[in-house]
């Protein structure tokens, strides 16, 4: 049974800075294709950035520069490193594992965690 656990939400003050974690168990994540998305209210979820079994990357527009994905394989673990937060950053931030196509940005996932809020004020 796969699970997906995000930590490392919370508030902070644009300019700042967060990372996010997501702990997998039951899944492999060196050899996964992952995803974070996030979700306002209101708004429909959106990929945020992607990486595959190769650690290639893929970025929305609006992370850019300053959204970093990464894996740390030792730990089983899936990061976004978030810096220059904006207050249009502020949503609950899902991690994604088993893409179906590789760096994708699009909600075709086979797992999902339950979410970590992150809440940017100005």
């Known amino acids: 049974q796969v699970q997906l656990v995000e930590s490392g939400g919370g508030s902070v003050q644009a300019g700042g800075s967060l990372r996010l974690s997501c702990s997998a168990s039951g899944y492999t994540v060196s050899s996964g294709w992952m995803a974070w998305f996030r979700q306002a209210p209101g708004k429909e979820r959106e990929g945020v950035a992607a990486i595959d079994s190769d650690s290639n990357t893929n970025y929305d527009d609006s992370v850019k520069g300053r959204f970093t994905i990464f894996k740390d394989n030792t730990k089983n673990t899936l990061a976004l490193e978030m810096n220059s937060l904006k207050p249009e950053d502020t949503a609950m931030y899902y991690c994604?594992?088993?893409?179906?196509?590789?760096?994708?940005?699009?909600?075709?996932?086979?797992?999902w965690g339950q979410g970590t809020q992150v809440t940017v004020s100005s």
């Open positions: 994604a594992a088993g893409g179906r196509l590789a760096l994708s940005l699009h909600r075709d996932y086979t797992y």
